[in-house]
Nanobody
Framework: QLRLVESGGGLVQPGGSLRLSCAAS????????IGWFRQAPGKEREGVSC????????HYADSVKGRFTISRDNAKNTVALQMNSLKPEDTAVYYC??????????????????WGQGTQVTVSS
């Protein structure tokens, strides 16, 4: 059974940082692109970032460019999302998903093989 587990969420003040982690169990992430998504109350799910299976291609939503960095460690079977300069509008539940597909497809939510349960990120003073 393919399973993803997110961790690292929490409450942070505006301008602060958090590092989210997406860990896989039951399968290896080596052949999967990994996408990070978020959903705020009353809003549609948004694709935030994606990293290709090789790690050579990374995509970011315009809203997080220059502030978020995605990375992967295939040896640890994890993908991280470093979030800096956080804003109140970054408040949402963050999910990771795995797909054997290009990042543009992953961020559209297509061809996903597994999703995590989500981790809450709250940016507030």
């Amino acid at each position: 059974q393919l399973r993803l587990v997110e961790s690292g969420g929490g409450l942070v003040q505006p301008g602060g940082s958090l590092r989210l982690s997406c860990a896989a169990s039951g399968f290896t992430l080596d052949y999967y692109a990994i996408g990070w998504f978020r959903q705020a109350p009353g809003k549609e799910r948004e694709g935030v970032s994606c990293i290709s299976s090789s790690g050579g291609v990374m995509h970011y939503a315009d809203s997080v460019k220059g502030r978020f960095t995605i990375s992967r460690d295939n040896a640890k079977n994890t993908v991280a999302l470093q979030m800096n300069s956080l804003k109140p509008e970054d408040t949402a539940v963050y999910y990771c998903a795995a797909a054997k597909a290009p990042c543009n497809e992953v961020l559209a939510g297509r061809f996903t093989s597994a999703w995590g349960q989500g981790t809450q990120v709250t940016v507030s003073s």
